[in-house]
């Protein structure tokens, strides 16, 4: 299974941009990059996701490397709400398995 | 529309018992995963389940089964319970099927199982 390589932890001031990056060179052709988040004391939520292209959603944007081996996520602007681990995830386009890695812990300063 | 629920949400068993653990998925999902979570070792893949059958199997040992009825609900079972299968069990459901885009994932706020 293909893995993905994130930072522990990072840190962000409020109303400013986050970017997010992961590490994914094992990435085969067929894997989904999706993103979720985990906030305190709650099951993981849906973020973002993508295959080739760049994503935009309301919550987030997705960059995706040419080679696909990297992508960031993009926190346009974080609020305190957006204190969370996020987590880089590839998805299996066959076997529809998910791989969750360790995630990045990100504390957003007021 | 209700999102998914498990039960119980907190459990307290004790070595060697075994337990079951219950996820009703979003209505018209048809596919339900099991993850585990552990401060050490993080979120880990169970299984998956689509139209009652196994679709994906993680890396766990057999004590862990799990099985899907016809209406989605599924349920979890762990028996022999040892220590370190202390964890938030999480359950996520969804569409399921052929397209990517259907296979957004949403989760239930878990059961917290504490093995004694």
């Known amino acids: 299974d293909a893995k993905t390589t994130q930072p522990n932890s990072m840190e962000s001031n409020e109303e400013e941009p986050v970017h997010l990056p992961c590490n994914h060179s094992?990435?085969?052709?067929?894997?989904?990059i999706h993103w979720y988040r985990q906030l305190p004391s709650q099951g993981p939520e849906y973020v973002i996701h993508g295959l080739t292209s760049n994503v935009n959603n309301r919550m987030a944007s997705l960059a995706i490397a040419e080679d696909r081996k990297s992508s960031t996520l993009i926190l346009h602007r974080a609020t305190l709400r957006d204190a969370a681990v996020y987590y880089c995830?590839?998805?299996?386009?066959?076997?529809?398995?998910?791989?969750f890695g360790t995630g990045t812990r990100l504390k957003v300063l007021a | 529309k209700a999102g998914v629920t498990q039960t119980p949400r907190y459990l307290i068993k004790t070595r060697g018992q075994q337990v079951t653990l219950s996820c009703s998925p979003i209505?018209?999902?048809?596919?339900v995963s099991w993850y585990q979570q552990t401060p050490g070792q993080g979120l880990q893949f169970l299984f998956e389940?689509?139209?009652?059958?196994?679709?994906n199997k993680g890396n766990f040992p057999g004590r862990f089964s799990g099985r899907q009825f016809s209406n989605s609900r599924s349920e979890m079972n762990v028996s022999t319970l040892e220590l370190g299968d202390s964890a938030l069990y999480l359950c996520?459901?969804?569409?399921?099927?052929?397209?990517?885009?259907?296979?957004?994932?949403?989760f239930g706020p878990g059961t917290r199982l504490t093995v004694l």
């Open positions: 094992t990435i085969s052709g067929t894997d989904y």
């Open positions: 389940y689509f139209s009652e059958t196994q679709r």
């Open positions: 209505s018209g999902h048809r596919s």
């Open positions: 995830i590839l998805r299996d386009g066959g076997t529809y398995k998910y791989i």
């Open positions: 996520a459901s969804s569409l399921g099927g052929q397209i990517i885009s259907y296979n957004e994932q949403f």
